[in-house]
């Protein structure tokens, strides 16, 4: 593990709010948790559910700080994989722009 956070300015691990992914993050977690630049991403979320408002409480049960900034579920993700980054919208771009510099 030491050899990840040597070759590694942040280690983010993507956590999608089901179920499913919370227990894989949290098992991984478990393996890389004492290296501190160990962040969770919340990714393709959506921002009106319970489990969405609940997301502070769910970091704190993994053991691992969460980005601030978080990505959404858009279509527009799968469209630019095959389009380029035209295919994304305003919301989007700004979306992606943040976690960018967030991540630095």
Do not use: C
């Not at 590694?8 to 501190?36: G, K, M, V, W, Y």
């Not at 609940?54 to 700080?65: F, M, Q, T």
């Amino acid at each position: 593990m030491q050899a990840i956070e040597s070759l590694s300015d942040l280690i983010i691990i993507p956590l999608s709010l089901s179920p499913t992914d919370i227990r894989s993050s949290a098992e991984t977690a478990e393996l890389i948790h004492a290296l501190p630049k160990t962040r969770l991403l919340f990714n393709t979320v959506n921002t009106r559910t319970r489990a969405f408002k609940g997301k502070g409480s769910i970091a704190k049960a993994i053991g691992l700080e969460p980005l601030k900034n978080h990505l959404g579920n858009r279509v527009a993700y799968s469209y630019a994989l095959v389009e380029g980054w035209g295919a994304l919208k305003r919301k989007s771009i700004e979306e992606l722009t943040q976690f960018a510099e967030e991540i630095g």
